[in-house]
């Protein structure tokens, strides 16, 4: 019963062995965190002898009793995963070698893939429901609607929905979909790249009004933007409606990034405050900054490091918010990298807008309500001028710029 008899050390794993690599997700970049023990509390404390004791318990009776063998890595991840739970914690979680590589693509903004957006609705197959504009996937004809029946002539209807991603993410340079679709079965065999997530949408709304659509904040968030940015410049733009809604955050350094377009030099964007009274700042380092007039749209599902910088345009500018209230995320989780390449995340610290407002729980009112703005059919309108000058929000939001 090597899992048990091995539990401390399992257990350990995600207490102690935590080495220096820190990445901050939904809000924060990079932190330096000082040496444990913090504050003289050993690196144990977490783990009490009643603990231990009724673990190794359990462990003697499914030693004895248990019918089927155990996996030594199963029972190691599912540990770790009940100490991030045991904290209480909605936001803490425990990634395993296969989920530390998605989380590590959802930072980075990049992925090897098809190109395609899947989703899994109870039993059924998964199916395709967004597929990016010059991926691999559009190339080869996949179509939004499509069910995923085989890959590499795999039934997958039964698999969970990570099983199927894992599955279409090989490492060879293809991959052949069996797919339904409305009544036909057709196989597609599709290249598989590297690709980058398309987070940025925008176009030129009227002869000096731009548009830009900001669905997350990771590490290619910055340089679309920016190529955003130039683009509508080029055609003459002089203010700009920056749509949050749906944003459910990211990279707080990505956040400031942004708003490192808009403000001088030396600007404080957010700060963040640990149990300990630690104050990180975030700070524009940018001395080119475009100086037009921004109004926001938000929803009830912005969240994070999009009212970061919701905050920011406010504190600093006054922009007006269109739409409704955000979601009310004021809090930073730090994931750490554990030795053996897995990862717990948990939170840290709280976020503070630059008047050193906290909006946890509380969210953001709109300077302007909008009945309509939790409608999520606006994503299907970015690309398409005259129906998004229909959308309510941007239709008001249009109107306070020209």
């Given at each position: 019963m090597n899992a048990f008899k091995n539990f401390m050390l399992g257990f350990a794993t995600a207490i102690v062995l935590i080495c220096g690599t820190v990445v901050i997700l939904d809000l924060t970049g990079t932190v330096d965190f000082p040496e444990l023990p913090i504050n003289g509390r050993k690196r144990t404390d977490i783990i009490s002898d009643n603990t231990k004791t009724k673990v190794n318990e359990i462990g003697n009776y499914v030693d004895y009793y248990y019918l089927n063998d155990v996996d030594d890595t199963m029972m190691t991840d599912g540990i770790c995963a009940g100490v991030m739970a045991g904290l209480g914690d909605k936001y803490a979680a425990y990634y395993n070698g296969a989920q530390t590589e998605n989380y590590d693509a959802m930072i980075n903004g990049t992925y090897r893939g098809i190109g395609v957006t899947v989703k899994k609705i109870s039993t059924g197959p998964a199916i395709i429901v967004g597929v990016n504009e010059d991926s691999p996937a559009s190339r080869a004809g996949v179509m939004r609607g499509d069910r995923i029946l085989k890959v590499d002539g795999k039934g997958v209807v039964k698999l969970s929905l990570d099983e199927v991603v894992s599955l279409i993410?090989?490492?060879?340079?293809?991959?052949?979909?069996?797919?339904?679709?409305?009544?036909?079965?057709?196989?597609?065999?599709?290249?598989?790249?590297?690709?980058?997530?398309?987070?940025?949408?925008?176009?030129?709304?009227?002869?000096?009004?731009?548009?830009?659509?900001?669905?997350?904040?990771?590490?290619?968030?910055?340089?679309?933007?920016?190529?955003?940015?130039?683009?509508?410049?080029?055609?003459?733009?002089?203010?700009?409606?920056?749509?949050?809604?749906?944003?459910?955050?990211?990279?707080?350094?990505?956040?400031?990034?942004?708003?490192?377009?808009?403000?001088?030099?030396?600007?404080?964007?957010?700060?963040?405050?640990?149990?300990?009274?630690?104050?990180?700042?975030?700070?524009?380092?940018?001395?080119?900054?475009?100086?037009?007039?921004?109004?926001?749209?938000?929803?009830?599902?912005?969240?994070?490091?999009?009212?970061?910088?919701?905050?920011?345009?406010?504190?600093?500018?006054?922009?007006?918010?269109?739409?409704?209230?955000?979601?009310?995320?004021?809090?930073?989780?730090?994931?750490?990298?554990?030795?053996?390449?897995?990862v717990v995340k948990f939170t840290t610290a709280k976020y503070y807008t630059p008047k050193g407002d906290c909006i946890h729980e509380k969210g953001f009112e709109p300077d302007f309500q909008v009945a309509d703005a939790d409608d999520t059919t606006f994503k299907e309108l970015t690309k398409n001028r005259d129906a998004l000058l229909q959308d309510a929000c941007v239709s008001e939001a249009v109107k306070s710029l020209e």
């Open positions: 993410k090989t490492d060879k340079d293809e991959v052949t979909l069996t797919l339904r679709r409305r009544r036909k079965i057709i196989e597609i065999t599709v290249e598989i790249e590297e690709i980058e997530n398309e987070s940025v949408e925008y176009m030129m709304l009227t002869d000096k009004v731009g548009y830009i659509y900001l669905s997350k904040f990771d590490k290619s968030t910055t340089e679309q933007f920016k190529d955003a940015l130039d683009s509508m410049q080029a055609d003459g733009m002089e203010s700009l409606c920056l749509d949050l809604r749906n944003n459910g955050g990211g990279l707080v350094d990505i956040a400031t990034d942004i708003a490192d377009f808009f403000y001088p030099k030396g600007e404080s964007i957010c700060y963040t405050k640990d149990k300990n009274g630690v104050e990180v700042r975030y700070e524009t380092e940018n001395n080119d900054e475009l100086d037009i007039p921004v109004v926001l749209i938000a929803n009830s599902q912005t969240a994070s490091a999009a009212e970061i910088l919701i905050g920011a345009f406010r504190d600093l500018s006054g922009s007006k918010l269109y739409g409704s209230k955000t979601y009310g995320k004021g809090i930073v989780q730090t994931a750490f990298s554990l030795s053996d390449g897995t």
